[in-house]
């Protein structure tokens, strides 16, 4: 049987010609190569894929996909590793030379979609992104319970895992290595791509960090002590008393960067009170009672061990009316937010082992090593030495309406790394960190959330032009496309500045200052 890879040199010559470059080399066209095999076209090279077991790898389809809008065509390769780990390799037949890694999301369990950056799907990267090694919701924890080998997948192997497979593949259909490899996550996957960057620092030469999860455990205990706030008698808040609370985060603090224009900009300027609105008259939607106002302190403010030490910062005021319906309070979700469903699972599958456990009992001193344990697997620590010692760079970026996740746990990782490396300007030479107002998790909420940081981290990486330096610019779209307004990303800590003059809605009326 003829072996379906037969001739590197014609399948490099194909790409070769593919992008352009086939007049000064010799072997494009409808001549046959010097050795006598005609080149193989794309189409040839996906079907030949499929099948095929590479590196440990089982590829089960391969199939081309056609150009549509901006995006280029490509072999769709997807496959499996141990059968429960599952992935996607986007080879485009116009290749870069460089491949991309998207993370997922919440538990993972399906192959996540391209990521964030625009120039992901745009600019001829091969792709790849997976599942964490296992199927179904990504807010279900069961199948963890009693599976060391799910829990070292999703908590820190299965990328790494893909990406050796990937890169073969890569090889396999190009005849060539990528020349250059990055990563984008957001959420579980910006705590992945902390994960790749110290576990397996080789594996990237650059990564975009988005809204990590990186603490893992200590998040999600923020996360059951924020549910217990709303389930004690009278904690609950409903969805007028969040967009009250919203409200007059905004009336207090929208200003403070120059202008009204319904974002808060300037946030550590904004230090919201919320018994400003105790109610003085009974219940009321216009107000808050005290058993109301103890919630919002315990969801705004530190959680602290019984020996006093951090477990998590707490989150920042604003977006409360968009983000708590879904994430806090839970009722765009059925009755119980996102935050608490999280949290359950970590408790009940991974924590206490025991599916029937009563999370709102659950007290975190009485389970310390077990909490220890799943940190060890799950969470992802500062020490970034081998990385930057490598030449990797990062860029970490976080909205300041997350409720999800904090963007104050992103502003104690940035600290933590300087008191690791060696210090602020040992971090700063391989490290950026923005602040992304009014944005919601990962995407959405009043703040300008569309922004390119593959680029960003891909010139860094290649031409040493710092993020900082390039004018990278975010910007809200509408439905069909349209910017509604945009804003210069600025570098932590500062914040853009409205000029005093100039479309309010424009980023080139916005100067980057610190506070």
């Known amino acids: 049987m003829r072996n379906p890879f037969p001739a590197r040199r014609a ?29 193989v076209s794309a189409q040839a090279a996906c079907d030949a894929l499929a099948g095929q077991t590479v590196a440990g790898a089982t590829i089960r389809t391969a199939v081309i996909v056609p150009a549509a809008q901006s995006v280029g065509e490509y072999c769709r390769v997807l496959g499996s590793i141990r059968t429960s780990l599952n992935f996607e390799v986007r080879l485009p037949t116009t290749w870069n030379k460089k491949l991309l890694y998207g993370g997922g999301g919440g538990w993972d369990g399906a192959i996540s979609g391209p990521p964030q950056s625009p120039s992901a799907t745009t600019a001829g990267y091969v792709i790849v992104s997976s599942d964490g090694g296992r199927q179904g919701s990504n807010l279900d924890a069961s199948s963890f319970l009693r599976n060391p080998q799910g829990q070292q997948d999703f908590g820190y192997l299965s990328i790494h ?24 996550g957001c959420s579980n996957g910006g705590r992945e791509a902390l994960i790749q960057a110290t576990r397996f ?3 990237y030469d650059g990564i975009v960090v988005r809204a990590p999860a990186y603490s893992f455990t200590e998040l999600f205990q923020a996360f059951v002590a924020n549910g217990k706030a709303l389930n004690a008698p009278g904690g609950q808040i409903n969805d007028a008393k969040a967009a009250l609370i919203g409200n007059a985060v905004r009336a207090q603090c929208d200003a403070a960067d120059g202008v009204a224009d319904g974002i808060v900009s300037h946030q550590e300027a904004c230090s919201f009170d ?4 105790r109610c003085t008259a009974g219940d009321a939607d216009t107000c808050l009672t005290d058993a109301q106002i103890h919630t919002v302190n315990t969801i705004y403010g530190e959680l602290r061990r019984a020996d006093s030490s951090l477990v998590y910062p707490g989150w920042g005021p604003g ?5 708590w319906p879904a994430w806090v309070t839970g009722t765009a979700v059925g009755g119980t937010g996102l935050q608490f469903q999280f949290g359950s699972g970590l408790i009940k599958y991974w924590v206490t082992q025991d599916p029937a456990f009563d999370v709102l009992t659950f007290n975190p001193e009485n389970y310390a090593p077990a909490l220890g344990l799943a940190a060890s697997t799950l969470d992802a620590g500062p020490d970034l030495r081998t990385f930057f010692a490598r030449g990797g760079k990062m860029v970490l970026v976080h909205g ?7 963007y104050k746990g992103s502003i104690k990782y940035f600290n933590d790394v300087a008191a690791t490396v060696g210090g602020a300007s040992v971090r700063d030479a391989s490290m950026e960190f923005f602040l992304q107002p009014g944005v919601q998790h990962c995407s959405g909420g009043v703040g300008p959330d569309t922004v390119e940081l593959v680029d960003a981290v891909a010139k860094w990486a290649e031409s040493n032009t710092r993020p900082s330096a390039q004018g990278i610019v975010a910007r809200k779209l509408d439905t069909a496309g349209a910017i509604q ?4 990303l600025c570098r932590y ?10 479309d309010v809605n424009a980023a080139e009326s916005y100067t980057c200052q610190a506070s």
């Open 11 to 39: 399948q490099w010559l194909a790409g070769a010609c593919a992008v352009g470059i086939g007049l000064l080399v010799s072997g494009c066209g409808d001549d046959d190569d010097d050795d006598g095999t005609p080149p």
């Open 161 to 184: 895992t893909v990406l050796e497979a990937a890169k073969a593949i890569v090889h396999r259909r190009y005849d060539a290595a990528p020349e250059r490899s990055y990563f984008e």
């Open 201 to 203: 620092p080789n594996d």
């Open 274 to 277: 919320p018994a400003a609105l």
């Open 319 to 323: 977006g409360e009316g968009l983000g």
């Open 400 to 406: 300041t309406h997350d409720w999800a996740i904090s």
């Open 485 to 488: 307004a945009s804003r210069p």
């Open 493 to 502: 800590p500062t914040f853009p500045k409205y000029k005093g003059s100039g």
